[in-house]
Every structure is written in C-alpha cells, then in structure tokens.
Nanobody, 127 residues
Framework: QVQLVESGGGLVQAGGSLRLSCAAS????????MAWFRQAPGKEREFVSA????????NYADSVNGRFTISRDNAKSTVYLQMNGLKPEDTAVYYC????????????????????WGQGTQVTVSS
C-alpha cells in the first residue's frame, strides 16, 4: 500500500493557475502509474489525467487537455498537476491515485483501476 497526501488546492479566479502536489510514501512509488481524479458536488468522481511509471507517457481528459499538465519526480516520490486557464467548471475536490501494478501505464482512466487514494484537496475557481 502507498500513502498519498495532496496539497496545493485553493481559491483562484477564472483564468488563473494552481499547482497540485501529491506526495507518496510506502511501497515503491517509482513503479506505479499515477493519476488525478476530481469530484464536484453532486457529481461522480471523474478522470482528469494519468502518467506512467517513468513519466514518459501521459493521458488527459478532453475537458482539461491543453490546460493541465501532469508530471512526476520519482526521486521525490511526488506527482504534480499544473493547472492553467482555470474555469469555474474545474471546481472540485481533486484526488491523487496510485496503481499497484508494476510498470504502471498512463492508459488507465477508471476509478477501479487504482488501488490507493489520497484524502483530496479542494480547488475552487470563481467567475
């Protein structure tokens, strides 16, 4: 099991930027595929972005493609989500997730593909 702690959320005006971080501890982080999901009030948790174990492959939801960038630093056991051009519809709790399989892919977009989850960080975008 890996423990995940998100940070970097907050309140920002439309058009602004935030950088989320997810610090991992526990089993070997560098083998894991990692992802960000989000959940708005009254809605289901949805896929935002994923990155493979080495950081060489990424995947994005259509709604954030071109605005958000996922990256990772395996030496720091941390994954990041740089969010630019934020919109009010990006308002949600953002969750970090880890896939326990060795050699994690960036192609996993379903919540059931991920084994470990952080507690979430709130992102609020005002219009």
């Amino acid at each position: 099991q890996v423990q995940l702690v998100e940070s970097g959320g907050g309140l920002v005006q439309a058009g602004g930027s935030l950088r989320l971080s997810c610090a991992a501890s526990g089993r070997t982080f560098s083998w894991s595929g990692m992802a960000w999901f989000r959940q708005a009030p009254g809605k289901e948790r949805e896929f935002v972005s994923a990155i493979n174990w080495s950081g060489t492959s990424t995947n994005y939801a259509d709604s954030v493609n071109g605005r958000f960038t996922i990256s990772r630093d395996n030496a720091k056991s941390t994954v990041y989500l740089q969010m630019n051009g934020l919109k009010p519809e990006d308002t949600a709790v953002y969750y970090c997730a880890a896939d326990r399989r060795i050699g994690g892919s960036a192609n996993l977009r379903d919540i059931n593909d991920y084994d470990d989850w952080g507690q979430g960080t709130q992102v609020t975008v005002s219009s």
